[in-house]
């Protein structure tokens, strides 16, 4: 395929897009859109069953009392949960100030005894160019004696992302003393054997792991009621060397955050935890795609939308482009899948606006070819045709194509004695009203005007769109260029001069399309068909009648045009013989005795065809009883005088070869 200009201007617009939707991806902008579309492809998964959740929920909170609960009460908890079995405990309850000793012995005894249990800190978290810091100096952490009785403590906060919602989660942080505190998830971790697999998660510049959350809140994970623990109400066996995180649940306590998969319902932070230690367990990480691939891919959507969207009829492109956008979001869900978040946004954006870009400049573009066909065919064809090939480029098919089409040329009698009688100014102007007044008896009749060859006329019709009547169209125009032409001549619009003309129609196979070369190329018909054609108007001299015919035209035409048999014969570069009709007048404006005529000359011909030479010569006198001057008639019957004085051969078709042209 050639590239042009005209084809690479829509590929460049594309590409631009692409372009500058990959330099707003790598920027950042639009960070706050683009993550709510990422959180649309968090689907549902099976969550690993060694995390166990014990809820502080509602129910918890009305059977045991309000809320803060003595620490005798979580120490029991504690107690029950060890005695289980419990691998490691995640006591996500802070307690940063003392009770009475009596409820701070138990709480300290107990988390002691477990040898397993991790509580968890408060800390100031900042962003810094070595990633997140601490401040040292403002560290909300259990009383010393649990912090001391416990095995481990971790930070529970990290802040959301920009539009409040919790994707990332920091697993240790720095100090400005170079000291690091762990996580939470890390430490439970950590205590569980799985130290591997914190180390193996991927992070980005500030520290964090993408958590990859199993489903909506609530419906992740098993969960068990404090209370019923308490109470003795559940079989504990299921937590024996399992991972259990004790939390808030209930809504009062407001330790909830928003979350990818919380669809405006907020996710408790232990569940939150528990997401964040399952997606550990499960090595499910999440990264980015690298910011360049997406920007390859970026500009690789554009520049496909730039190439496809001008090679497809305009009812596909919204599909095709609906396609395209549809295969990269089935690309991005698959991309999650295996553990990669591939920007939605901005592709989408991309498509959009490529899309849109690449429309308009077909419009405009499609506005300026408008003009310049405009421009173009007016010069050869009726503005109603001009019309319907701008309302349908489709039906002008440029390059060359075969199909049947009617072709008229009409050329003026002894052209060369009229313009010997005028000056060189005079004939000019009566040519230029001439072929004015023809021209528009074509246009007239939805024919396409293909050039003028001196004095001649060249028109055709059937293309380039389709015309079921085009043969009719044809002699249509050329009985009105004689009516016409008579009346101009009796107005004396030539002055002294009388024009008479000459038509010749043939119908058949012929290619139309532009022919020449690069620089320059006409829009015409060429092929045998067409040079026929041009020998019928010549014949008209021959047979002193205005419009000759093929029979592949008159049988097209039909009963709607009065004709008659005027000969067969084999013009000068053919051999086939073709059988040629004269087109009289319109059968419905026909007089009787054109009718009449017609019917004894087409009698004469069948005669003089079959070898009856005497008929032939009686029928002619008949027509020529009608109208004297009838030089067919004459002719037939001179010809038909010779072959009874001199019979022709017994393999005689009745064929008169023409030598000239």
Request: proline letters at 5%.
């Amino acid at each position: 395929m050639k590239l042009t200009r005209e084809s690479l201007r829509p590929i460049a617009i594309g590409g631009l897009v692409g372009l500058m939707a990959g330099l707003g991806l790598m920027s950042g902008v639009l960070e706050n859109w683009s993550n709510p579309t990422l959180d649309l492809l968090f689907l549902p998964h099976q969550s690993d069953r060694r995390i166990t959740l014990v809820a502080i929920d509602d129910a918890s909170i009305t059977q045991i009392g309000r809320w803060p609960w003595p620490r005798q009460v979580h120490a029991e908890l504690i107690q029950k949960l060890s005695a289980a079995g419990a691998k490691v405990i995640g006591y996500d309850v802070s307690f940063p100030e003392k009770s009475d000793k009596t409820n701070d012995d138990a709480l300290a005894a107990a988390l002691k005894a477990s040898g397993n249990t991790v509580l968890p800190l408060e800390l100031t978290l900042l962003k810094s160019r070595n990633g997140l810091a601490y401040d040292q100096k403002n560290v909300l952490q259990p009383i010393a004696a649990f912090s001391a009785a416990a095995k481990s403590t971790g930070f529970v906060n990290s802040p959301p992302d920009a539009d409040n919602v919790f994707r990332r989660l920091p697993l240790a942080v720095r100090g400005a003393d170079g000291s690091v505190v762990s996580s939470f998830e890390s430490e439970v971790l950590r205590l569980a054997g799985q130290s591997g697999a914190v180390k193996s998660a991927p992070l980005d510049y500030y520290g964090r792991m993408l958590v990859n959350f199993a489903g909506a809140p609530g419906q992740a994970f098993r969960s068990v009621s404090a209370v019923d623990i308490l109470r003795d109400k559940v079989d504990l066996g299921s937590l024996k060397d399992g991972i259990v995180l004790v939390g808030a649940t209930a809504f009062d306590l407001h330790d909830t955050l928003l979350v990818p998969t919380s669809r405006g319902v907020p996710m408790p932070g232990v569940e939150v935890h528990a997401s964040a230690i399952d997606t550990i367990l499960g090595r499910r990480w999440l990264q980015p795609v690298p910011d360049w691939i997406q920007f390859l891919l970026l500009l690789l959507a554009g520049l496909l939308i730039g190439f496809m969207v001008p090679r497809i009829r305009a009812r596909w492109s919204v599909p095709v482009t609906i396609a395209i956008w549809a295969a990269l979001v089935t690309a991005a869900f698959v991309a999650f899948d295996r553990g990669w978040l591939l920007d939605v946004l901005w592709p989408t954006f991309c498509i959009i606006f490529a899309y849109a870009a690449v429309t308009l400049e077909r419009r405009l573009a499609s506005d300026r070819q408008r003009r310049e066909l405009k421009t173009a065919f007016s010069r050869y064809v009726s503005p109603s045709v001009v019309d319907v090939i701008i309302a349908d480029p489709s039906k002008l098919k440029l390059g060359g194509e075969r199909k049947r089409m009617t072709v008229l040329f009409s050329d003026i009698c002894g052209f060369t004695s009229i313009s010997e009688k005028l000056t060189p100014e005079k004939l000019v102007e009566v040519l230029n009203k001439y072929l004015s007044r023809m021209t528009a008896i074509v246009f007239e009749e939805s024919g396409v005007l293909d050039k003028y060859i001196g004095d001649a006329v060249m028109a055709f019709w059937n293309a380039p769109f389709e015309q079921p009547d085009h043969a009719y169209r044809a002699v249509a125009t050329a009985l009105k260029m004689q009516t016409v032409l008579d009346e101009m001549n009796s107005k004396k619009e030539f002055g002294d001069v009388e024009i008479r003309i000459g038509v010749g129609i043939n119908t058949g196979d012929m290619v139309v399309g532009n022919v020449g070369g690069e620089a320059r190329f006409d829009y015409t018909v060429i092929g045998d068909n067409v040079n026929l054609g041009s020998r019928l108007e010549s014949l008209t001299r021959q047979y002193k009648v205005g419009v000759i015919v093929t029979e592949a035209t008159a049988t097209e035409v039909g009963e709607r045009i009065l004709f008659r048999h005027l000969d067969k014969v084999a013009v000068k570069g053919k051999k086939e013989p073709a059988v040629i009709f004269e087109a009289i007048a319109e059968t419905a404006a026909a007089t009787p005795e054109q009718k009449k005529s017609a019917e004894l000359f087409d009698a004469a011909f069948a005669k003089y065809l079959a070898k009856d030479f005497t008929g032939c010569s009686a029928a002619c006198d008949e027509v020529l009883k009608l109208k004297a001057d009838d030089f067919a008639a004459q002719q037939l019957k001179e010809r038909a005088a010779h072959f009874v004085a001199e019979p022709p051969p017994a393999d005689w078709d009745g064929t008169w070869v023409y030598l000239k042209k």
